[in-house]
């Protein structure tokens, strides 16, 4: 086994193997209880669901993670902290991914805010918001290269999908609303996400649009940020230890009108990218 400890990175006792994908909890107490999501709960999100899956579980989701006093405290301000291990390797033609889900709308509010922080590897967070009167036309298609260490948010009214394109275990952190439900079957329904990531030459990614949707927004590449001091993010502090120092600094996760301006992807700058083009 090749061992990654991750205690600093992430401020959990913690470590993976890197090409298998078990964790192990090194700390006092019961430690987070892994939740596997199979081939078979992806088959109606793949591209190609007949061709052939990768490992089995495809991945696993650690709910609740943390220290047990720590738990308690988030659970206080209405938080959760989760961990989803993602091997490496393929379904059919895509690289392996998780199922993708929305965030369901509060009364009279918007959905929650979402933050990502990867621990280990290199992630890409395709996220999309739908119309609201038509869930198969998708208005904005953005994705989000996130690599080890650094952070990003899902805006209310963006479902996401993480998806490993590299070449060993991806570990990703996931501070949430304890609230609003995960909607899965927008996803389900149209057979994944608007678009899908497939393996191409030299591994290198190549995102393939879902035919399915009546509707896609051509897709963005948006860089993370390098801080969101403004959101309770501080440079170079894990997002748990964050979270647990400051649980009062998040209040915006599950209820973000107040900062909705800053829960925002940039607008592409049209005139750069003519440029490019020229």
């Known amino acids: 086994m090749a061992w990654k400890d991750l205690l600093k990175v992430s401020g959990l006792p913690i470590r993976v193997d890197d090409t298998t994908g078990v964790l192990e909890w090194r700390g006092d107490g019961p430690g987070p209880v892994a939740a596997p999501v199979t081939l078979a709960d992806l088959q109606n999100v793949r591209m190609q669901p007949e061709s052939p899956g990768g490992s ?72 999309q918001k739908a119309a609201v009167t038509n869930p198969g036309e998708v208005e904005d298609a953005v994705v989000m290269e996130v690599e080890t260490g650094q952070k990003g948010i899902v805006p ?62 051509d897709l963005r590449m948006v860089p993370v940020e390098e801080e969101y001091s403004q959101l309770g993010l501080e440079e170079g502090m894990p997002l748990y230890v964050s979270a647990v120092r400051h649980p009062e600094r998040f209040g915006w996760v599950g209820n973000p009108e107040a900062v909705a301006g800053l829960l925002v992807f940039p607008e592409l700058d049209e005139g750069n990218e003519d440029d490019d083009e020229e």
């Not at 991945?59 to 738990?71: C, E, F, K, M, T």
């Not at 993602?86 to 929305?102: I, Q, S």
């Not at 209310?156 to 993480?162: E, N």
């Open 56 to 127: 089995d579980p495809a991945y696993h989701v650690y709910q609740d993670a943390g220290l047990p006093r720590d738990r308690e405290q988030l659970a206080a301000a209405g938080l959760v902290y989760h961990l989803t291990l993602v091997p490496p390797g393929k379904l059919g033609p895509e690289f392996n991914k998780t199922h993708g889900h929305y965030e369901s709308h509060r009364p009279g509010g918007l959905s929650s805010a979402h933050v990502v922080e990867v621990l280990l590897g290199t992630a890409l967070v395709l996220c």
């Open 156 to 217: 209310p009214g963006y479902g996401h999908v993480i998806i490993n394109p590299g070449k060993r275990v991806l570990v990703v952190a996931e501070l949430e609303s304890r609230s609003p439900e995960h909607l899965y079957i927008p996803y389900r329904n149209w057979r994944g996400a608007c678009y899908y990531c497939t393996v191409g030459a030299d591994r290198e990614p190549e995102f393939v649009e879902n035919p399915r949707y009546t509707l896609v927004a």
